[in-house]
C-alpha cells in the first residue's frame, strides 16, 4: 500500500538554525499538507500547497516557514531561525483527486527539537 | 467545517465492542464525515469516511443518521492496539485543511 514518507524522523538544532524537512507524498497525489502537533496539543494546520502554490495557509505560517516541491516526488518544509517553540511532530500529508472529498493521508512524522 | 464534539476519553476491554459517538450538529451540506486514528508519536492514519447511513470496512463500521447531526464509529472486539487517540473530523473539498479536536482518547485495558 502506498504510503507518505518523511524524512529525518528525528531532528534536533539549535535555536536561530534552518531547518528542512522532508516527505515524499504518495505518487500520483496532487496535494501536500504540512500540520505539526505539539506535545500534549492537537495536531495544527500549516499549509497546503497544490500546482506548485500554496492553496491555504495557517497563522502560524508566517515567513519562517516556507514550503517547496523542488521534483516530482519531494515536498519540504523550511524553518528559517528556529525558535525553541517550534519544537513539535511535524506531519506531511496527501490525498489525491478521486471523489469529491479526498482522504488525506498522513506520514510518520519528524519530530523536531530546538535547543 | 462543522465544529465536532466527541468524549475526551474512553476505557474498554478487550474483545468488547467500542462505539465512539461525534457530536456536529452544525454539519454542511457537502461535509463528510472523517475519522482517524493517531497512536503516540506517530502520524494520524484513516479508518473510515461516510456521507450518511452505514459504511463498513475491514476495520471499523460508520453509523450516521438520516439528520447527520452526529455520527458513531465502532470498532468491533477491540484489542490492547486499540489503545489510541481516536479524531471525527468534517471534511469537504479536496485540498481544504482539516481541523482537529481534541479526540478521544480510548484505553483497552486487558
Known amino acids: 500500500e502506498p504510503e507518505v514518507t518523511q524524512t529525518p524522523s528525528h531532528q534536533v538544532t539549535q535555536m536561530g538554525q534552518e531547518v528542512i524537512l522532508r516527505c515524499v507524498p504518495i505518487?500520483?497525489?496532487?496535494?501536500f499538507y504540512w500540520y505539526r502537533q505539539i506535545l500534549g496539543q492537537k495536531v495544527e494546520f500549516l499549509v497546503s500547497f497544490y500546482n506548485n502554490e500554496i492553496s491555504e495557509k495557517s497563522e502560524i505560517f508566517d515567513d519562517q516557514f516556507s514550503v517547496e516541491r523542488p521534483d516530482g516526488s519531494n515536498f519540504t518544509l523550511k524553518i528559517r531561525s528556529t525558535k525553541l517553540e517550534d519544537s513539535a511532530m511535524y506531519f506531511c500529508a496527501s490525498s489525491g483527486t478521486s471523489g469529491y472529498t479526498d482522504t488525506q493521508y498522513f506520514g510518520p512524522g519528524t519530530r523536531l527539537t530546538v535547543l | 467545517l462543522a465544529k465536532t464534539t466527541q468524549p475526551i476519553s474512553m476505557d474498554s476491554y478487550e474483545g468488547q465492542e467500542v462505539n465512539i459517538t461525534c457530536s456536529h450538529n452544525?454539519?454542511?451540506?457537502?461535509?463528510?464525515i472523517t475519522w482517524y486514528q493517531q497512536f503516540p508519536s506517530q502520524g494520524p492514519r484513516f479508518i473510515i469516511q461516510?456521507?450518511?447511513t452505514k459504511v463498513t470496512n475491514e476495520v471499523a463500521s460508520l453509523f450516521i443518521p438520516a439528520d447527520r447531526k452526529s455520527s458513531t464509529l465502532s470498532l468491533p472486539r477491540v484489542s490492547l492496539s486499540d489503545t489510541a487517540v481516536y479524531y471525527c473530523l468534517a471534511s469537504n473539498n479536496a485540498g481544504n485543511m482539516l481541523t482537529f479536536g481534541g479526540g478521544t482518547r480510548l484505553m483497552v485495558k486487558p
Open positions: 505518487s500520483n497525489h496532487l496535494y
Open positions: 461516510g456521507y450518511k
Open positions: 452544525n454539519i454542511a451540506t457537502n461535509d463528510y
